[in-house]
Nanobody, 138 residues
Framework: QVQLEESGGGSVHAGGSLRLSCTVSGSIGSSYCMGWFRQVSGKGREGVAVIVSDGSTNYADSVKGRFTISQDNAKNTLYLQMNSLKPEDTAMYYC????????????????????????????????WGKGTLVTVSS
C-alpha cells in the first residue's frame, strides 16, 4: 500500500518562496506519474506540476517559470519548489501518484494532467496525500 504525506506548507508574503515535500511510503515501482495539485475551498482541484518516471515534467501555465517539481528517489520524496509566490497561489496543495505497474508509463497521459480539469477531482491518480496549506498574503 502506498501512502503519501505532504509537508512544508505555511504562510508567506507575496514574492516569497516555499518548498513542499511529499514523502512516499511503500513501493511505487519504476513506472509512474506523480504530481502536485491544488484546490481552493469551494473550487475544483487543478493540476500544478507533474513528473513522469523518465524525468519529464510539465507545469500549469500559471506557475511556469516560478515552480519546479523534482524528486529524490533515494529519499522517496517528491518536491515542489515555489518561488515568486502570489496571493492567487493560496490553496491546499496535494501530492498524488498514478502507478502503471508495467515497465513504461505513457508520458503524454501524465503530462496532460496539468492542462485539463477533472470533474471528480481525481485526475485518474491512484493515491493522494491529505494536503498542506499554502497561504500567500499581499
Amino acid at each position: 500500500q502506498v501512502q503519501l504525506e505532504e509537508s512544508g506548507g505555511g504562510s508567506v508574503h507575496a514574492g516569497g518562496s516555499l518548498r513542499l515535500s511529499c514523502t512516499v511510503s511503500g513501493s511505487i515501482g519504476s513506472s509512474y506519474c506523480m504530481g502536485w495539485f491544488r484546490q481552493v475551498s469551494g473550487k475544483g482541484r487543478e493540476g500544478v506540476a507533474v513528473i513522469v518516471s523518465d524525468g519529464s515534467t510539465n507545469y500549469a501555465d500559471s506557475v511556469k517559470g516560478r515552480f519546479t517539481i523534482s524528486q529524490d528517489n533515494a529519499k522517496n520524496t517528491l518536491y515542489l519548489q515555489m518561488n515568486s509566490l502570489k496571493p492567487e497561489d493560496t490553496a491546499m496543495y496535494y501530492c498524488a501518484a498514478d502507478l502503471d505497474g508495467g515497465s513504461w508509463y505513457p508520458k503524454g497521459l501524465c503530462l496532460v494532467r496539468v492542462n485539463v480539469t477533472s470533474a471528480d477531482n481525481s485526475y485518474g491518480m491512484d493515491y493522494w496525500g491529505k494536503g498542506t496549506l499554502v497561504t500567500v498574503s499581499s
